[in-house]
């Protein structure tokens, strides 16, 4: 069965480090979305990327990063770890519709992220 | 404004009872409505999408969408103990951006027995 998966599901770093989230899914989907999610505030979209080689920014993305070098993947790298990014990230997939419209977003297990 | 507000919760209901989550947009441009359920401690999940005017139900969930007046609502019958959850409202905003869903700060509902 198709599925989309994260790792690690659970990760602690300090402050300052490099860390970086994987995302892989095998629907084959165009679409891929990291979101991060805080009490209070939903999900709230990071990064996105509608095809190979194709990244975008959302509406958090300060500090972040994402490339997109195949399908199936899109890594999400925190650049210089800090405490605000404490947090419960989510990678999602969709498949790409005519029309102007949106398929529904699969979304992955999640990475529980935890900056000391 | 929020470009995709719910009814603020926690909405508590008897088992039985008929959930009632609504959900507003501020874009009139918006074309796909998307209703996911979380649990706590997962991911979330979808219980229904829909994209034109009127109701659309599957099981004892029902999506209705007005998109005059800007509002998507989701009725679950029959609440069970098991549909306590976090309601999440997800909508596409914007023209050509057409994967990207603007998603509501979510309802949390409790059914009790």
């Known amino acids: 069965d198709a599925e989309i998966t994260q790792s690690p599901r659970h990760k602690i770093t300090e402050t300052g480090r490099q860390v970086t989230l994987a995302c892989h899914q095998t629907w084959n989907h165009n679409n891929m979305f990291w979101y991060r999610q805080d009490l209070g505030h939903g999900l709230r979209l990071i990064h996105y990327s509608y095809g190979v080689h194709d990244t975008n920014k959302g509406e958090v993305s300060d500090g972040y990063s994402v490339s997109r070098s195949n399908t199936e993947d899109l890594p999400l790298t925190l650049e210089s770890a800090a405490s605000s990014q404490t947090s419960v990230y989510f990678c999602?997939?969709?498949?790409?519709?005519?029309?102007?419209?949106?398929?529904?977003?699969?979304f992955g297990p999640g990475t529980r992220l935890t900056v000391l | 404004q929020k470009e995709v507000e719910q009814n603020s919760g926690p909405l508590s209901v008897p088992e039985g009872a008929i959930a009632s989550l609504n959900c507003t947009y501020s874009d009139r441009v918006s074309q796909s409505f998307f209703w996911y359920r979380q649990y706590s401690g997962k991911s979330p999940e979808l219980i229904m999408s829909?994209?034109?005017?009127g109701d659309k139900e599957d099981g004892r969930f029902t999506a209705q969408l007005n998109k005059a007046s800007q509002y998507v609502s989701l009725l679950i019958r029959d609440s069970q103990p098991s549909d306590s959850a976090t309601y999440l409202c997800?909508?596409?905003?914007?023209?050509?951006?057409?994967?990207?869903?603007?998603f509501g700060q979510g309802t949390i509902l409790t059914v009790h027995p």
């Open positions: 999602a997939s969709s498949e790409r519709l005519q029309g102007g419209l949106a398929d529904t977003q699969y």
């Open positions: 829909i994209y034109s005017n």
């Open positions: 997800a909508v596409k905003t914007g023209g050509t951006s057409y994967g990207k869903l603007t």
